[in-house]
């Protein structure tokens, strides 16, 4: 699977829209794109995931580039509850694992 | 629909016990999957396991070993714990087939003294 890369931290004002980027440059055609976040040592929470279209959920939207190299995660009014580290995932579709990075933790503040 | 359900949720043991850790998924998932989660290392990938048969595996030694029922539920074994296999152990299910979305449960911690 292809290697992410995240900016380590983050802040972001509570009700602002938070864009969390992720770097895959090395994303292969059938590698889909998966973002997770995981509040307090609480089990990771599912948010979305992408191959090559943008994406768009009741919890966030999923930015893809073209190239596919990059993706942007946004949720679009972040709230206290929103903070957590953010975790950008990319995996072919036969292999049923994921291997997380370090992620991006995400402070959101009054 | 219940989540994924891990029990217990701490445990304390002591250095050269073992202990089974367990796991039952959504229902109608039969693929479960283990990880590891530790400050230096991350998140690690275990196991999985799919239809009461080990489908993958991470880079961990043998003491970590684990099991599939038919109705899907899945128990870990560590056998002679180390201090550092003191961690959040975490599952999670998914359906039949690999491109299917994981989703975790709330992780056992396990200290070992």
């Known amino acids: 699977d292809a290697k992410t890369t995240q900016p380590p931290s983050m802040d972001c004002a509570e009700g602002r829209a938070a864009n969390l980027p992720c770097n895959h440059s090395?994303?292969?055609?059938?590698?889909?794109v998966y973002w997770y976040r995981q509040i307090h040592s609480q089990g990771p929470q599912y948010i979305i995931h992408?191959?090559?279209n943008n994406e768009t959920n009741e919890m966030a939207s999923l930015i893809i580039t073209e190239d596919r190299k990059s993706s942007t995660l946004i949720l679009p009014h972040a709230t206290l509850r929103d903070t957590a580290v953010y975790y950008c995932?990319?995996?072919?579709?036969?292999?049923?694992?994921?291997?997380f990075g370090t992620g991006t933790s995400l402070t959101v503040i009054p | 629909k219940a989540g994924v359900t891990q029990t217990p949720r701490y445990l304390i043991k002591t250095r050269g016990q073992q202990v089974t850790l367990s796991c039952s998924p959504i229902?109608?998932?039969?693929?479960v999957s283990w990880y590891q989660q530790t400050p230096g290392q991350g998140l690690q990938f275990l196991f999985e396991?799919?239809?009461?048969?080990?489908?993958n595996k991470g880079n961990f030694p043998g003491r970590f070993s684990g099991r599939q029922f038919s109705n899907s539920r899945s128990e870990m074994n560590v056998s002679t714990l180390e201090l550092g296999d003191s961690a959040l152990y975490l599952c999670?299910?998914?359906?039949?087939?690999?491109?299917?979305?994981?989703?975790f449960g709330p992780g056992t911690r396990l200290l070992v003294l």
């Open positions: 992408g191959l090559k």
């Open positions: 396991y799919f239809s009461e048969t080990q489908r």
């Open positions: 999670a299910s998914s359906g039949d087939y690999a491109w299917e979305t994981q989703y």
């Open positions: 995932i990319v995996r072919v579709n036969t292999g049923n694992q994921f291997y």
């Open positions: 090395t994303i292969s055609g059938n590698e889909y």
């Open positions: 229902s109608g998932h039969r693929s």
